[in-house]
Structures are given as C-alpha cells and as structure tokens.
C-alpha cells in the first residue's frame, strides 16, 4: 500500500503544462528553464535510468535563476531534470523541439512544462492521475490509521478499495493508449505495464500492433517489441515449449513425459526464500489433487557460484520441503535453458498446463493455485 505512488508511475505524475504552443527545434531540444529561489551556480543535469545506469543527457549550472539544457535525441523519451539541493526530480519526456520550464524550488511538483507534442500528451494524461494521487494520498493514510488501530474489518474495506483504485486506474491506461496510438506516451505507460504484468499479453500485442511507426521505433516501442517476441510461445493460451533435464539420480525426463489432466511447471531454487516459503501450499496442493490428475514437474534455477555444491542443496531441499513430484535441473541459475526458454526473470514462477498442454494460468499461489486446479479438476 506504501507503494501506491510509485504504481501510479514516478514519471508519470508530476507535471503540469497549461499552454501548447510549441517551437521546432530541427537541430534538437533546446530546454529553456527558470526556477524561482536557487544559489547561482547550482548544478541542473538532465538523465535518466536505464538497467541500472545513470545516463546523462546534458548538464548546466543556474545562471541568474534561469538555465539551458541542450542535445540531441533519436526519439522521444522520458527524462527527469534533477537541481542541486531541490528535492526530487522533474519528469519530462524530451523530444527535438524547444521546451520552456518553470521550476518551484519548494515544491517541485508545481513546476510547468510546455512544447512539444509529447508533453502535450503528458499534460492530458497527468490530468487525470492529479485526481488520482490526491485519492491515493488519503488511502495510505486511512491504511496506516487501519493497521496501527490492528482494524482488520477496515484494512479488508481499504485493500477492496485500493483494487478497484488499481482496476480504474488500468481501465484509463487502456483507454489512453487505445486513443493515442502516435504517442511515445502511450509505448511509456505500456512499458510499465509489462512489468507489472497488470495487461493481459493478447491486450499488449492489440496495443502495439495499434501503435504508428515511430513509436514502435522508439526505445520504449522496441522493449515492447522484444516483450512480445520472447513470450509469445510461453503466453497464457499458447502450448507450452517440451523441455528435458536431468532428475537428482541422473535420469533424463521431459516434459511430455509426465504431463496429466492439469500439470504445474514450477520454477524454484533451493535458494530462493520466497520459493521454499510457497512449496509448504504447493505441497498441499499436489496431495489434495495429484489422484484427480494433477501432476507437477519442479524445475530448480540451483547452480548459483555461492552454492558449494549446488546438486546436494538441491537435493536436500527437496527432502526437507517433502516435494514428492518430479524434480529436473541442469543446475545452471537463470542461464538454464528451459529458463531461457520460459523467459523466467524472477522465481518463484509457475505455469498451469490443461490436459492438451495449453498455458492456462502463470504466477498463481497460495489460495489462487488452489482455486485454478480445483475450476480445472473439480
């Protein structure tokens, strides 16, 4: 619930832009930009993260309250312009026009942003998500308030609200992107949305297929792209890939080899905290449904050069988390190829198979795994 801003997208909800007249700057971007109450000299960079890299873009020192930022871009994207000593970032998506910018120092969420087209976009959008972080504002705290006071019947009143926040705010996202197929804007807020993995993958590709030219060209366009290419074969509705690996005793099974009526294929580690929290429900799971036809096949990501000795850990967490179901592993961490072939990023990860080995459902646990099986086999 802490997390509720950042879901709304850091980027996406602190700016606010009243004209839309525009220059265009056929050499690139040229940001003319002012700030009320800053020390001359004052550092202002322009940057953005990207796999865990701070990039540059330019960077400038204030001279008599105003400053330029200049560059070149192959297309549009979201950046943040950050001042020395000012709290927090400007979000601002620069695309080869000239951008004016008026920043308050003491509350840098106030400052204005205006030219260019996409900004245009980004001022109709954050319009609506304004409304939205005032509401989310007060339902943190109400949160807060709910889990001091241990008020159970109020904190399950609250997440009910807070999942109807989320299903309206997705509701918009969808619309917005549906509408506006020739804003960067739009591959920006689906490129969230993959890794929320709130969008069903069939809407995803609806949404790029939808997308004009240039936006598919733009970094975010092609993240999309790679996206939908590398799990395309894995997507709920498609049949699984066969796979094989070695069993603790050496043996070779594949996976058309043990599917049932409904089979699990589970990703876990010896290693993974989260994974050996869940094996006690997956347990439960295969003992309440494996004579109605359920089968799993547990693939082990174990091989990490922490682990002395990878295959034992394996084996004894097997013995020890009493997983009674098939077990493969080729011991090699994320660089497994049925991993690879899975596109398995995090662990734990699960797919449920139908009796045709179609992906029926992925990422289910604790009482949803439970409910899934029970719709497929009851």
Known sequence: MKSILYILCISLVLVSCKNESKTESSDGFLIQGRIDNAEENTLVTL??????????????????????????????????????????????????????????????????????????????????????????????????????????????????????????????????MTKNEDAILSALILERALMSKQVEFTKIEDLYTNFNASVKNSRSGKVIADYISKNKKTAIGSIAPNFSAPTPDGKTLALNDIKGKVTIIDFWAAWCGPCRRENPNVVKVYEKYHDKGLEIIGVSLDGTPQQKDAKQAWIAAIAQDKLTWHQVSNLQYFNDPIAKEFNINSIPATFILDADGKIVAKDLRGQALDNKIAELLD
Not at 71 to 89: K, L
Not at 152 to 157: E, G, Y
């Open 47 to 176: 940057l953005r993260n990207e796999n865990r890299q701070e990039i540059i873009l330019d960077s400038t020192r204030i001279n008599g309250n105003t400053f330029e930022l200049k560059g070149n871009v192959e297309s549009p994207d979201m950046y943040f312009i950050a001042v020395d000593g000012v709290q927090g970032g400007l979000p601002i998506i620069i695309e080869n026009e000239t951008i004016d910018i008026n920043i308050y120092s003491d509350s840098i969420s106030a400052s204005t942003i205006k030219g260019g087209k996409e900004n245009n976009y980004f001022n109709e959008y954050q319009e609506f998500v304004k409304s939205l972080r005032s509401r989310s504002n007060k339902l943190a705290a109400d949160y807060q308030v709910a889990q001091q006071q241990q008020d159970t019947a109020r904190i399950a009143a609250l997440r009910k609200e807070y999942d109807g926040f989320m299903k309206e705010n997705l509701a918009h996202d969808l619309e917005f």
